[in-house]
């Protein structure tokens, strides 16, 4: 169907458990989550695209076939969050789908730059804002890939699939589980009388982008060591805890440790998928605690504001687990907690922090929401 004006909503995503195993083939379980990036589009009668942020009041103008040295209209360097939406473009026009000129107006409630995937939500928005406009249709597997690669070729950062898939696919209401090798996914439901809670430590890190691709070329590194040994090795994924202990004193100590976490966090997965089918809520909990350990010990992504989240959440009344979400190094924490409780959680949290940090936690409550459409 070809529409000459509409208004896409995109969502954030949280990942409840599975952290920094999309790039080793491994499970994860995010939901695309009730807060969205909102764009406003319509046709215009030039080849060109001119979007609006409103929420920095900076507009810019490209022309989709130019779009190869990065740079707008006048000939400047494309602002950084134009580039989420010209890489899209970008990458759409490689795959031949035709691209209409259009204006658009872009707005966030999403927090940026917090962990909850806005560059993804604002990829995949622009995707649909495309597709609607060229009428042409991807299934949203596809449509999430594109923008992944998207991401590793213009933007620069060599991410996973999953955040792209959480915004492209997302079910109201549960949990997607994505198997990121087979990219088989279904969905889960949250354990019953729980609520995802969401902690803005409000803490933001520059180089997250570098220290992720550090953290990915450790994970080939290992994959590396295995391989020689055994050529069927293809990823972390391929190697239970058990073998991969041997290789302690054989890696770099720092190259064992991220490798440590990612396949111990495999194995937590497949442990949590039968908790979740099972409806044990705790046991669920005592995994996401486990997991925020070993982000925190072994791949060394978290920072003391978000261990205060993560330990000031263990101590309240109907929290059942915590842990950082997301790339890490700033952003947000993720808590499953009794729907009674609620109230109390959000109001005590917040203020622990702030007692014991002197910042102001943005703490809110979330449900699982559906995947990017126009409305
Ligand atoms: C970022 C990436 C994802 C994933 C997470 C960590 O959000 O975009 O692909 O690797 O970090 O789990």
Known sequence: MVIDRGRVISPGRVNLLGEHVDYNDGVVLPAAIDRYINIHFHRTTDKSVTLYARDLGEECSFDPRQLANKTALDGSPLPGWAMYPAGIIWNLLNYDLPVEGFSADLHSDIPIGAGLSSSAAVEVGFAVVCEAL????????TLARICQEAEHEYVGVNCGLMDQFASACGVANHIVMLDTRSLLFRPVPLPSDTVIVIADSTLRRTLVNSAYNERRMDCEQAVAHFRSRDPSIRALRDLAPEWFYTAEGELPPG??????????????VDEAIRLLENNDAEGFGGLMFETHRSLRDLYEVSLPELDILVESAAGLEGCLGARLTGAGFGGCTVNLVYKEHIDNFVARLGEIYTVKTGLQAQIFATMPSKGAHIL
């Open 134 to 141: 060229g009428g042409w249709e991807l299934d949203r597997m």
């Open 255 to 268: 190259v064992y440790r991220h490798a440590l976490h990612v396949v111990e966090e495999i194995a937590r």
